[in-house]
């Protein structure tokens, strides 16, 4: 028995193909690059350190650990709610249409969730800085408040970013007639964003506020 190729069926095979989206990929790829950054960031600290351990372990006494953890911990649950609105934007649910509580909840109310933690925790490391500066440690005062700085001040301006592309995928939403297969892959790639730079913060906290 001889089977027969048609243009027919033999476009009908290329659409069953699954192939992965470029969007995503070329942000996992990008990611990639973000990683070997924060690698850079990472090994000059850790360079710096290993100069100065005497001075490392006199300025880690201004940190405050417990304000930082706090902190921490509601940049951890923004990850949480932002899965919480991929999970909906994979329903195609941009947003509540019952009101039933967080329940049901879309994409758009997960993520104003999402944009308030962040935005409470980039306003919490702006409190922290201004009351080390008061404390005598500005960035100019030696290499440990450099270090600092420059590493959680670069993560704290990845966040911003993050909090930009929330709004632009909100305003997405809104600006749609249709909530489709692109905004969802949009709200995804966003997510994969975030979670990176959750993680990254959670590496910091560990090296700056408990590797003393």
């Given at each position: 028995m001889v089977c027969v190729t048609t243009p027919a069926t033999f476009n009908q095979a290329l659409r069953t193909v699954k192939r992965p989206d470029p969007v995503a990929v070329g942000t996992i790829v990008w990611l990639g690059s973000e990683v070997m950054f924060f690698a850079g960031l990472f090994a000059i600290y850790f360079t710096l350190r290993s100069t100065s351990p005497g001075l490392w372990a006199e300025m880690t006494q201004h940190?405050?650990?417990?304000?930082?953890?706090?902190?921490?911990?509601?940049?951890?649950?923004?990850?949480?709610?932002?899965?919480?609105?991929?999970?909906?934007?994979?329903?195609?649910?941009?947003?509540?249409?019952?009101?039933?509580?967080?329940?049901?909840?879309?994409?758009?109310?997960?993520?104003?969730?999402?944009?308030?933690?962040?935005?409470?925790?980039?306003?919490?490391?702006?409190?922290?800085?201004?009351?080390?500066?008061?404390?005598?440690?500005?960035?100019?005062?030696?290499?440990?408040?450099?270090?600092?700085?420059?590493?959680?001040?670069?993560?704290?301006?990845?966040?911003?970013?993050?909090?930009?592309?929330?709004?632009?995928?909100i305003g997405r939403a809104y600006a749609v007639k249709n909530f489709g297969r692109k905004e969802m892959t949009t709200s995804i790639v966003v997510s994969y964003y975030w979670h990176f730079v959750d993680v990254v913060w959670i590496a910091l906290f560990l090296v700056i506020y408990f590797l003393k």
């Open positions: 940190l405050n650990v417990p304000y930082a953890a706090v902190n921490t911990i509601i940049l951890v649950l923004s990850s949480v709610t932002c899965q919480m609105g991929v999970f909906a934007a994979e329903r195609f649910q941009p947003y509540s249409v019952r009101k039933r509580g967080p329940l049901g909840w879309g994409m758009v109310e997960w993520f104003f969730l999402t944009f308030a933690m962040g935005a409470i925790f980039v306003s919490g490391q702006v409190w922290e800085y201004a009351q080390l500066v008061t404390e005598g440690m500005p960035i100019s005062a030696n290499a440990y408040a450099s270090a600092f700085y420059l590493t959680t001040g670069f993560h704290a301006l990845h966040v911003t970013g993050g909090l930009i592309a929330f709004l632009l995928v």
